[in-house]
């Protein structure tokens, strides 16, 4: 059972160096297909299906429950392997229920574990995949504090 400084959500997390996203959303709503276009474009599965988010000194750290370490689902597939990483910082948030709608979207945040995160609706686009990988790499968006 989770600690109070640790809690376990249904969503999937991928990483870029030392920075990671979780994305979440209902059930079919994407998150695994998002994190296979992140992997095949060089990010590295953190946890597919359940991800556990641990607060620390410096953040939260997620990772992968044991008995899904370097397993994705592909829909109409099945389980693949793929490599792993974990414990890794959560840098960003992407909500895969809520559809972006803006051009240049305000700055909104999430609060896990008493610390708060940028948060990205779905944008349904192409270049949706490229632009989180880019948002990892550099440190977020050119109009955010760094």
Known sequence: MPGP???ILHATAVA???RAVLIVGASGSGKSSLALEMLARGGVLVADDRVILTGSTTGVLL??????LGLIEARGVGLLHTTHRSPVALSLVVDMDQTESERLPP???ITYLSQTFPLLHNVDNRH???????????S???DEQP
């Open 140 to 142: 977020g968006r050119a």
């Open 16 to 18: 870029v160096g030392e």
């Open 128 to 138: 949706f995949t490229s632009a989180i990988l880019q948002y990892l790499r550099c």
């Open 63 to 68: 990772s992968c429950p044991e008995p899904l």
């Open 107 to 109: 700055h909104r945040t």
């Open 5 to 7: 400084d640790t809690s």
